[in-house]
Structures are given as structure tokens and as C-alpha cells.
């Protein structure tokens, strides 16, 4: 069982940065995949940023060069520059030990998720 918990949501201004961190309970190794989705209120969850068990990263259109998803031992990272409001989101860490790279948006490809931390953007 891999426990995961999101920090480093808040609030900000359109334009600004946030850094989200996701710490897994145990040692989950380098060949985890593992991913950052968000789930605005009336949308359905969408993947925004996911790295795959050689580092790989992928990225959803809209966060392009603006986001940017990092993996250390057991902490997940999500850079998030430029932020606009259409970012405004609970943020969700998710695990899983293989995830095919054409799935790595795909919420049910994933095992393990963390209880999500809220992002919020004004203009």
C-alpha cells in the first residue's frame, strides 16, 4: 500500500508560481510511474503532467511551458508557472507501478492517489 499526500496549493494571482510536492509513505523507486491530475468543480478529473519509470515527462496542451513535473526518490513535483485562472483546480498526485506511456492520462491507469491539494488563480 502506497500512501500518497499533496502540499503547496493556495491561492495566487494569475501570472504568479506554486510548486506542489507529493511525498509517497515508502520508497517507491525510480520505475514508478507517477502522475498530477486536477479536477476543476462540474469538470471531469484530466491528467496534466506525468513522468514515466525512465523520467519521461508528458504534459497535457494546455500547461505546456508553463508546467514543469519532476520525480526524487519518494517526492513528486509539479513547477507551475504563469499560472491563469483556468488552472483553478484540486490537484491530485496518482501512482502506479507500470502505466503504459499512451495511458499516462488515463485516471483509471493509476493504483494509488493522494487526497489532492486545492490550487486557486485570480485575475
Known amino acids: 500500500q502506497v500512501r500518497l499526500v499533496e502540499s503547496g496549493g493556495g491561492s495566487v494571482q494569475a501570472g504568479g508560481s506554486l510548486r506542489l510536492s507529493c511525498d509517497a509513505s515508502?520508497?517507491?523507486?525510480?520505475?514508478?510511474?507517477m502522475a498530477w491530475f486536477r479536477q476543476a468543480p462540474g469538470k471531469e478529473r484530466e491528467g496534466v503532467a506525468g513522468i514515466d519509470m525512465y523520467g519521461s515527462p508528458s504534459y497535457v496542451d494546455s500547461v505546456k511551458g508553463r508546467f514543469t513535473i519532476s520525480k526524487d526518490d519518494n517526492t513528486l513535483s509539479l513547477q507551475m508557472n504563469n499560472v491563469k485562472p483556468e488552472d483553478t483546480a484540486m490537484y491530485y498526485c496518482?501512482?502506479?507501478?507500470?502505466?503504459?506511456?499512451?495511458?499516462?492520462?488515463?485516471?483509471?491507469?493509476?493504483?494509488?492517489w493522494g487526497q489532492g491539494t486545492q490550487v486557486t488563480v485570480s485575475s
Open positions: 515508502e520508497f517507491i523507486g525510480s520505475y514508478f510511474c
Open positions: 496518482a501512482a502506479d507501478a507500470w502505466v503504459a506511456p499512451s495511458r499516462w492520462a488515463d485516471a483509471n491507469a493509476y493504483l494509488w
